[in-house]
């Protein structure tokens, strides 16, 4: 199978699991509305695509994220509990795994996001999420 087949076959799994939702995240709406912990993801971990769920480049320099539930290009502020320490980052893909999800993974980082936060050697943080507010131009 040649790459671009598999680049859209993946891309297809990840647009069917985007309207299934996971349990233990809520449609989002402004203000704080989860909990759990957060992980990172990079360009070099196996079964990192070269796009994210909404066709973007994945670049892992960015401050994005992938979250089940939050519509593409909301900005979510994520808060590490244990140091207090914030960033703001943007939706552009799915996940964590569904299995993570149901054992409290709530978000994934890009390794830049989640560095702003804690050392990557941490693997995991506990954070708290909040949805900002839409600003209209």
Known sequence: M???LSILIAALI???LNFTGVEGISTAQDGIFGAGDA????????GVLLTTANMEIFNDKELTCAIWGVPFNTLIKVTNVANGKSIIVRVNDRGP?????????VIDLT???FSELASTREGLIRVELEILPCVKK
Do not use: M
């Not at 795994?97 to 993974?105: E, F, N, P, T």
């Open 2 to 4: 040649n790459r671009a």
């Open 14 to 16: 990840l647009l069917v």
């Open 39 to 46: 992980s990172w993801y990079s360009q070099i971990d196996p």
């Open 97 to 105: 795994a569904k299995r993570l999800v149901r054992s409290g993974r």
């Open 111 to 113: 390794k830049s996001a």
